[in-house]
């Protein structure tokens, strides 16, 4: 089939009707419109998650929990029901088991200082995989460092699966931790956590889901997953930057220590010594975020009202399609799993020998917004052999349309180099 046959998919959303709640669409960038193909980086904002935090801070900005005053009582009423909405987005019964952080990378080093440097020891392991985001994989080894526990990796096949006929061989007795991401962010491949948490917690081991990618594209129902724990970020599901949380069951929540110290995570202080409050407070030192909180509210309410079931389907109705007509252009690589119910909607490539880089500046020339790089990935590069690729990811705002810019603006950059 010729490009010029492809017919573009049809989607379960009014994708026209969702555009216009997102006013960074109409942009231009470099005299062509905006198509911005950078969502497993960031996602832009619905009018809906502007206005809630503009409100907020037109009418209810003060402190929380403390105050006596009305507008102290708005900001908590706010920040707490925000909480308790994010918590049902998730699944989560209880929203005392959902902490505020700044988002994945702080959740996940909450856990490794919080648990790792209290409940590890040399001689233990802890086993991540070769798909991990920095921010999955450095704060363990920085504990490994200090504790002299060991780290240990579930490798991946030819197709960017995680290979679980190894888990025999790296899960084991010494296994005190798995920490594993649910969605690849450089690859887009969907890991099945819940049967990694199933042989995690038979074995003995806490789980941690690395949930950055997952929670923005697929309907997670977080305490189903079996985990342990679960991370997140706001600003890939629509929400502020700055924003995220941590889940975690109630009895693994009170195996942590504080991470931060200060104001609101306490309950009684002496000169030398100091008794804390009960959760989600006692890992919520400080002033919060009460703005972000409202915002990542708004946005899983926009989400919810959307439909997780049919963002997932447009979203890999636009890979396939993408996949289909990328196919046809000479000298391209497509990374990851072929099937695509194992992924979500994100195309890693390369093309010829142009620099991932090199593509990602022609083809920002013609309004196309696409991610080059490691990715924060490194050693999956490596294990790949590839320095770096380039990245189209999808969301409920993109269009066949913007598939198809992106495919032309690929030819473009094939015929610069002298293809």
Request: glycine content about 8%; proline content about 5%.
């Amino acid at each position: 089939m010729s490009i010029t046959e492809l017919a573009a998919p049809a989607s379960p959303l009014d994708v026209a009707r969702i555009r216009e709640d997102f006013p960074i669409l109409s942009e231009t960038v470099n005299g062509k419109p905006l198509v911005y193909l950078d969502n497993a980086a960031s996602t832009q904002k619905p009018v809906q998650v502007i206005d809630a935090i503009s409100g907020h801070y037109r009418s209810a900005n003060a402190n929380v929990h403390r105050g006596i005053h009305e507008l102290s009582n708005r900001a908590t009423d706010a920040y707490d029901g925000a909480r308790t909405r994010v918590a049902r987005f998730l699944g989560i019964a209880d929203p005392h088991e959902l902490i505020w952080t700044r988002g994945t990378t702080e959740a996940l080093n909450l856990l490794a200082h919080a648990w790792g440097t209290t409940h590890l020891k040399a001689g233990d392991e802890i086993l991540l995989s070769v798909l991990e985001h920095h921010s999955n994989l450095v704060p363990w080894q920085m504990v490994a460092q200090r504790t002299g526990a060991r780290l240990r990796f579930i490798d991946i096949d030819e197709q960017g699966r995680l290979d679980l006929s190894t888990l025999d061989v790296v899960l084991t007795e010494r296994t005190k931790l798995v920490s594993i991401t649910h969605v690849s962010n450089a690859l887009g491949t969907v890991n099945p956590v819940a049967q990694i948490a199933a042989r995690a917690r038979a074995a003995g081991a806490v789980m941690i889901v690395d949930g950055a990618q997952s929670a923005p594209h697929l309907p997670v129902d977080v305490p189903s997953l079996g985990c342990d724990f679960y991370a997140f970020s706001g600003h890939k599901m629509c929400g502020p930057t700055g924003i995220g949380g941590l889940w975690g069951r109630r009895e693994a929540l009170e195996s942590l220590s504080p991470f931060h110290g200060g104001g609101d995570m306490i309950e009684f202080v002496e000169l030398e010594s100091s008794t804390y409050a009960p959760l989600p407070h006692r890992l919520e030192a400080g002033t919060p975020n009460i703005a972000g909180a409202v915002g990542l509210a708004a946005a899983a309410d926009y989400l919810s009202a959307v439909g997780r079931d049919a963002i997932l389907a447009h979203e890999r109705s636009l890979l396939a399609y993408a996949i289909e007509r990328m196919q046809d252009i000479p000298d391209m690589t497509i990374l990851g799993p072929r099937d695509l119910s194992e992924r979500s909607g994100v195309v890693s490539f390369t093309l010829a020998d142009i620099h991932p880089h090199d593509l990602a500046t022609i083809l920002d020339s013609e309004g196309v917004a696409i991610r080059a790089g490691h990715h924060c990935t490194q050693p999956l590069m490596k294990r790949l052999g590839v320095g770096s690729t380039a990245r189209a990811s999808f969301y409920l705002y993109n269009t066949p349309g913007e598939v198809d810019a992106l495919v032309n603006a690929l030819h473009k950059a094939r015929g610069l180099f002298g293809y």
